[in-house]
């Protein structure tokens, strides 16, 4: 039975466990170190048990603590070579120790065991950031989020998925009368931005999903754009589960 959770996601921060037998591993650590320990043990995980850390990009919502949480746990946190090379004073900023810094590209599958973790490039205003997909125990989850536009890459990936986690970021009539300014309105919705309620149905669409067994949980609301009650309306052919906005998540599929 592998169990997992959303720690939380949102602009608050972002963060995923995923765990088998007592092994678990991290994806990206959008809080204070204290807050991810805290809302794992509200789960029932233990930070002793991650073995890994993988982060999607450098934003402070998805990296805030991995500079922490390597020094404190001496344990490896990958980023894509791209992110390392070319965000380079937002990687020094974390001020991860050479032993635990960790580089990982499309193509090349990481195994942290029991867990493969493969990384594919999305659209962000992020250098080098990656959504990625977990392989364990039979089971494959993956995570699609702060992309501004998908690729046939993505569709492939949610398709193959057993348990998807998918941006659903804004309602672009929402965001058009909103609070937001135009130019970053524009940076929202642009192809570096994120995912919009139809982009993430559209998505759904093109991979095949049709309200059946398979699960998606739909991730990254916006507080100013995006209501969970808008979410469910625009996903309701689904079997789409809304995250709320920094709110636990705890499951398990078996």
């Given at each position: 039975m592998v169990r997992f959770s959303v720690l939380g996601s949102g602009s608050c921060g972002n963060s995923y466990v995923f765990s088998l037998d007592g092994q678990s591993i991290l994806i990206d650590a959008g809080y204070s170190f204290k807050q991810i320990n805290l809302r794992m043990e509200a789960g029932g995980f233990d930070m002793k048990d991650v073995m890994a850390l993988f982060l999607t990009h450098l934003h402070p919502d998805h990296a805030h603590a991995a500079g922490i949480f390597a020094r404190k746990t001496a344990k490896p946190v990958y980023v894509t070579r791209k992110c390392r090379d070319h965000a380079v004073t937002e990687y020094i900023a974390l001020n991860i120790p050479e032993t635990s810094a960790m580089v990982t590209e499309p193509g090349s599958p990481v195994t942290v065991w029991p867990f493969t973790v493969s990384c594919?490039?999305?659209?962000?205003?992020?250098?080098?950031?990656?959504?990625?997909?977990?392989?364990?125990?039979?089971?494959?989850?993956?995570?699609?989020?702060?992309?501004?536009?998908?690729?046939?890459?993505?569709?492939?990936?949610?398709?193959?998925?057993?348990?998807?986690?998918?941006?659903?970021?804004?309602?672009?009539?929402?965001?058009?009368?909103?609070?937001?300014?135009?130019?970053?309105?524009?940076?929202?919705?642009?192809?570096?931005?994120?995912?919009?309620?139809?982009?993430?149905?559209?998505?759904?669409?093109?991979?095949?999903?049709?309200?059946?067994?398979?699960?998606?949980?739909?991730?990254?609301?916006?507080?100013?754009?995006?209501?969970?009650?808008?979410?469910?309306?625009?996903?309701?052919?689904?079997?789409?589960?809304?995250?709320?906005?920094?709110?636990?998540?705890?499951?398990?599929?078996?």
């Open positions: 594919f490039y999305t659209s962000h205003d992020s250098a080098g950031s990656c959504g990625y997909t977990v392989d364990v125990d039979g089971k494959r989850f993956t995570i699609i989020t702060d992309t501004g536009k998908y690729s046939q890459e993505m569709v492939e990936e949610a398709r193959s998925a057993d348990v998807l986690f998918l941006e659903s970021n804004y309602d672009i009539q929402m965001l058009r009368t909103g609070p937001y300014p135009l130019y970053l309105q524009k940076r929202v919705a642009g192809e570096r931005g994120h995912l919009s309620n139809d982009q993430a149905r559209n998505l759904l669409l093109d991979a095949g999903y049709d309200g059946s067994s398979k699960r998606v949980y739909l991730v990254h609301i916006s507080a100013n754009n995006n209501t969970p009650e808008t979410v469910a309306q625009a996903m309701c052919p689904f079997n789409a589960f809304v995250c709320r906005r920094g709110e636990c998540y705890t499951d398990y599929i078996s």
